[in-house]
């Protein structure tokens, strides 16, 4: 099924809003590289997004349908708001204006309702223009993994392939302070980020690839500590986005390390815990993404800022780390999360 002598890999797409289009140049590198084949894709929020509009592009034209597909979702998203008026660039900088920030503040004493009274949602119209929802359900060339949070528990949620709907995907990017809550089969689902940004357990159970690579918008670790209210609560959003994929990761370490004892006897699940390889592409060094307020800058020169910074690092993991899939770890899971 699989022609690269490596091996399929399974991606993990983390969310971030306007900071998936990191993503998009890293999916468009490794696209472009026929070494790389794909079996299962996890996402939420921008990384569903992500992952099902490759899913459709790749259906309707291979690698490079695929690729389109990502650039054209991307760029008439940066088309929807008129977000030139509103920013300011230094250099390969991009950031709010003090007006822009002033509008997201005021907009948080509002519920979605108020702010949005006839629920018009133009990503809404983008999914539905672009994507084949009826084709995918029934033909997706991957396995996908939707996350979305259960309003009602706190429940991850995860949609499949089968499942797939345009209200699946808005569901997975629904931050109630700017969204309505979006139902499904009378149930209210909130940003799959809340319970899994993103979800790795389906890709190590469900796929049959042993090779998982870690595509992740929010840095491991940030340096100082916040001070200001901004700063504060920025990093309490940033920990609650984050909390359950460190807890899940920290999991495959200790589980890996516990099943890998001689004095255990070796079951399934401890073979293939041993035997999970991850990866891991990461933006902790691009001061780009350092600013959580730039989540929401939907803005054309900003996505294809970071597109092309996505690409850049992309490109050097394959130079670098990409001979390692199929033969072992290229990160010390343990030290990164354990």
């Not at 700017?178 to 790795?200: C, F, K, L, M, Q």
């Not at 994929?245 to 073979?271: Q, Y």
């Not at 597109?307 to 993991?317: F, L, S």
Request: proline share 4%; hydrophobic share 40%.
């Amino acid at each position: 099924m699989f022609d690269s002598k490596s091996g399929p890999i399974n991606l993990a797409l983390q969310g971030g809003g306007a900071h998936g289009a990191f993503t998009w140049g890293v999916l468009d590198a490794l696209l472009a590289d026929p070494r790389v084949q794909f079996e299962g894709i996890s996402g939420s929020s921008a990384g569903a997004m992500n992952a099902v509009v490759l899913a459709d592009g790749w259906l309707k034209g291979g690698r490079e349908g695929a690729r389109k597909a990502l650039a054209d979702f991307w760029n008439e998203l940066g088309r929807q708001m008129p977000w030139g008026l509103l920013t300011r660039r230094k250099g390969d900088v991009i950031t709010m204006a003090p007006a822009s920030r002033l509008l997201a503040s005021w907009a948080g004493y509002f519920s979605p309702s108020q702010l949005n009274p006839f629920d018009l949602n133009p990503l809404r119209d983008l999914l539905n223009r672009q994507i084949d929802f009826e084709q995918l359900r029934t033909r997706c060339p991957f396995k996908l993994f939707i996350g979305t949070t259960q309003v009602s528990t706190g429940k991850l949620r995860l949609f499949r392939e089968h499942e797939l709907t345009v209200d699946v995907l808005l569901a997975s990017a629904c931050l109630p302070k700017i969204h309505r809550t979006v139902e499904i089969d009378g149930e209210g689902y909130w940003d799959g980020g809340y319970s899994a940004n993103p979800a790795v357990f389906p890709l190590a159970y469900d796929c049959t690839a042993r090779d998982i690579l870690l595509v992740l918008l929010n840095p491991l670790k940030r340096e100082g500590i916040p001070h200001t209210v901004e700063e504060i609560e920025s990093r309490i959003v940033e920990l609650a986005f984050s909390a359950n994929f460190m807890r899940e990761m920290r999991m495959f370490a200790h589980a890996a390390e516990f099943s890998g004892s001689a004095l255990r006897p070796k079951g399934r699940l401890e073979r293939r815990l041993q035997e999970l390889r991850f990866h891991m592409i990461d933006a902790s060094q691009l001061d780009t993404l350092l600013r959580t307020d730039t989540k929401l800058l939907a803005h054309g020169p900003f996505f294809d800022l970071l597109q092309e910074q996505g690409h850049t690092c992309a490109d050097a993991w394959l130079a670098k780390e990409y001979h390692a899939v199929g033969r072992r770890s290229s990160i010390d899971v343990k030290q990164l999360f354990g």
